[in-house]
């Protein structure tokens, strides 16, 4: 196959991974002589705040200005992004005066990229992504890091809160993958990194800034970098005109004159 900017944004779509408000939320912290029984009930009273401040929203669209260096070349793009919870991430990618260059459709089950520079369709079940990264890397993932959600498994049974000088600290691991968060004073993910045991595949995700819609917090500034073998992407995406839980479409036809590459 080719390399073409469809190949480039294809691999993109797997690794898409501080406003300080009036209200702070008030960690419960450890003293040395909690019992474990003490620590563990302290410990999920804290993961109940974390939950508590996850994005609850049915849609979601914006507009990311966005700086893209895939292997040390860069690009400014724009990234129009259209969101349906646990259904499907929409986004068309703009390039010089507003001319559309991709679009893709990623669902929980497939990956779609149209290259409308080349006349190039891609079309590959998700597990395609998982080549590049770990099979815990799936939808849900990356609509957590889109939207500044916590990773679903970075709060599973495997890891470990506690509360720094910083804030609040959440180390784990999850089959192969070695996570650490860090999060703001609204409870929020304000420094994500993923890495795998071999360390041959890294994610880090940074939120700058969080603004607050509707009463709930969606990143501003959104920085993703990533690197899984010979592949290493990063983006700075600024986002604007954010809005939630209004109707979104997802158009995405293909016509005749697109080749399908494998």
């Known amino acids: 196959m080719r390399k073409s900017i469809l190949t480039k ?52 669209s914006t507009r990311a200005a966005t700086a893209l260096s895939i292997k040390g070349k860069s690009y400014d793009v724009t990234m129009n992004i259209r969101i349906k919870k646990g259904e499907g991430i929409w986004v068309s990618v703009t390039y010089f005066a507003g001319i559309e260059v991709a679009r893709a459709l990623i669902t929980p089950d497939s990956v779609k990229v149209m290259d409308k520079i080349n006349n190039e ?30 990773i679903p498994f970075t ?38 990194t993923l890495k795998t045991t071999d360390e041959l595949k890294n994610l880090m995700v940074n939120v700058d800034l969080f603004e607050s819609i509707g009463s709930v917090l969606i990143p501003k500034k959104l920085n993703i970098q990533s690197v899984a073998g010979a592949q290493s992407i990063k983006l700075n995406m600024d986002y604007n005109k954010t809005v ?19």
């Open 9 to 60: 944004l294809y691999v993109l779509m797997f690794c898409l991974g501080m406003i300080s408000c009036k209200s702070k939320q008030k960690l419960t912290a450890s003293s040395p002589k909690d019992t474990g029984i003490e620590l563990e009930e302290k410990a999920s009273a804290n993961l109940k705040k974390v939950i508590a401040q996850q994005a609850d929203f049915k849609t979601l």
């Open 121 to 150: 369709y891609l079309k590959k079940p998700f597990s395609f992504v998982q080549k590049y990264s770990n099979e815990k890397i799936d939808y849900a993932t990356l609509e957590a890091i889109l939207v500044g959600n916590c």
């Open 155 to 192: 709060l599973n049974n495997k890891r470990e809160l506690s509360v720094e000088k910083t804030g609040l600290v959440i180390n784990g691991n999850s089959d192969e993958i070695v996570y650490h968060v860090d999060f703001n004073s609204d409870l929020k993910p304000a420094y994500t």
């Open 244 to 262: 939630l839980n209004e109707p979104v479409d997802f158009p995405f036809n293909v016509s005749k004159r697109f080749s399908v590459i494998d």
